[in-house]
């Protein structure tokens, strides 16, 4: 059983260009989460999918950043015109749903900087 | 709308001495209750959950922790404590009732094993 599997693990890019981050869940894992963690903090929940539907979006998502999870599979998140304040650690989890509980499996995330 | 406060930001502690990590939650639902560990440059990993059932839960890397609903506390707890167990721990809680299914972390704590 592989966890969960992001890519690249780093980004360097400049302000105003478009990055693209990758998530690989767990297999059969329904339910897909985007953080972003920021130095010295916890992570912040950005939105999630149940397959490939998204249920619920941050305040924190502006418009620049968008998601999909077309398949129900892998999700992508992309940020348009990206910001220094896009610096960050953007993390994916996965969860099966079984009743309402909720155990999200973390990966290794993607560190972006953004010069 | 849940918040999480971890009152220690850093706990130095030397090796096999035992160790207490704060975390008290605010909630207006019931909520699941989580430890992660993240290391230098990694994901999150967990550590232990509470779902239900005996307040004391065992997780683990010989960590345990303790819900106190009257306290609103989940403190983290090791016996002896390792070199290797230095790492960044973030407790987290998502809602027990509904679809929401985010998690909702502390700001984490540092802990720091030396010799």
């Known amino acids: 059983d592989t966890g969960v599997s992001q890519d690249p693990r780093h980004k360097i890019t400049k302000r105003g260009q478009n990055v693209t981050f990758r998530c690989d869940p767990i297999s059969e894992h329904n339910r897909l989460y985007w953080y972003r963690q920021t130095l010295g903090q916890g992570p912040e929940f950005l939105t999630y999918?149940?397959?490939?539907?998204?249920?619920?979006k941050s305040r924190l998502l502006s418009d620049r950043f968008s998601a999909e999870r077309p398949k129900g599979s892998f999700s992508t998140l992309e940020i348009q015109r990206t910001e220094q304040g896009d610096s960050a650690m953007y993390l994916c989890?996965?969860?099966?749903?079984?009743?309402?509980?909720?155990?999200?499996?973390f990966g290794a995330g993607t560190r972006l900087s953004v010069l | 709308a849940q918040s999480v406060t971890q009152l220690d930001s850093q706990v130095p502690v030397f090796e096999e001495a035992p160790v207490e990590l704060r975390c008290n939650y605010s909630s207006s639902v019931s909520v699941y209750l989580f430890w992660y560990v993240q290391y230098p440059n990694q994901g999150l990993q967990l550590l232990l959950k509470y779902l239900s059932g005996s307040t004391l839960v065992k997780g683990i890397n010989g960590f345990e922790a303790e819900f106190n609903k009257s306290q609103t506390s989940f403190h983290l707890r090791k016996p002896s404590v390792h070199i290797s167990d230095t790492a960044e721990y973030f407790c987290a809680v998502s809602e027990r009732t509904g679809t929401a299914s985010k998690l909702t972390f502390g700001t984490g704590t540092r802990l720091q094993v030396t010799l």
């Open positions: 989890a996965s969860s099966l749903t079984s009743g309402r509980k909720n155990i999200q499996y």
């Open positions: 999918f149940q397959n490939e539907a998204q249920l619920e």
